[in-house]
């Protein structure tokens, strides 16, 4: 069976933190106008699906098993949605907007990408937006009020991938509205940083329950017996 994949139109997914001081919008164009991506990243290795005409465009939905970020968001694994910064519009609660309220639509302040991600000129003082620095050339965001790790940016040149294709950056696929993450077609494209992974965790994204298990023909035949008997 083939692997179901994003709409060639365009869309929109929208997403944001826990507390909602800060929430973002992604538009997606059509298919035509999304970055062609690198050979270098797809390798057979790393590939959950097999690559297609939508899939081997931006964005790239990626399982991301490397220590810092499985660390940062203290979760088993991270999720990324990968795309460039002027497919996304961020919308912030002011900094004095309390817990229980929602803001005046008027006090919502919209910033573009890069003003959000661009530690320079930080929106700290005004919005919750929380700049750190995880590595020389890499920034992540966060929400001040509520924690929820939203957005890493490599910053400087870059390696390869950069110099292929202009900037982009990660947001945590975690953090998607239930609406964006469950449409049609929205799914991990591939996993990086496997050596770095939990092994079963790995083995879990690779190979399902059956990664799991210890005698995986036994086991399955048991899993299979309970899961008749519940039925
Ligand atoms: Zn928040």
């Known amino acids: 069976m ?5 709409p060639k139109t365009p869309f929109q997914l929208h997403g944001g933190c826990f507390c909602t001081a800060i929430r973002y919008t992604i538009s997606v164009p059509e298919l035509s106008e999304r970055k062609l991506l690198p050979k270098t990243p797809l390798t ?24 810092a970020c499985r660390r940062v968001p203290g979760a088993i694994m991270e999720c990324w949605f990968i795309c460039p910064p002027s497919w996304v519009q961020f919308t ?9 309220s929602k803001a005046n639509e008027e006090d919502l302040i919209k910033v573009e990408s890069m003003a959000y ?7 700290a ?8 620095k995880s590595s020389e050339h890499s ?9 929820t790790h939203l957005t890493f940016f ?4 870059g390696g390869p991938m950069r110099q292929a294709m202009g900037l982009f950056f990660d947001i945590a696929a975690g953090t998607l509205d239930k609406e964006s993450v469950e449409m049609e077609g929205f799914g991990p494209v591939m996993q990086a940083w496997k050596d770095d ?13 059956k990664g799991l298990l210890d005698d995986t023909a036994e086991d399955l035949a048991k899993l299979k017996v309970e899961d008749e008997e519940k039925k």
């Open 44 to 67: 057979l290795e790393r590939l959950l699906v097999p690559p297609n005409e939508v899939n081997e465009r931006m964005p790239v939905i990626s399982i991301d098993h490397c220590h």
């Open 125 to 132: 003082g005004r919005t919750w937006v929380t700049h750190y």
């Open 139 to 147: 920034n992540r965001t966060f929400c001040g009020r509520c924690g």
């Open 92 to 100: 912030l609660q002011p900094r004095d907007s309390s817990h229980d």
């Open 154 to 157: 490599k910053t400087g040149l």
């Open 117 to 123: 991600l661009d530690e320079d000129k930080s929106l």
């Open 197 to 209: 992974g939990i092994p079963w965790a790995v083995k879990l994204v690779s190979e399902g329950k």
């Open 2 to 6: 083939a692997a179901k994949t994003l």
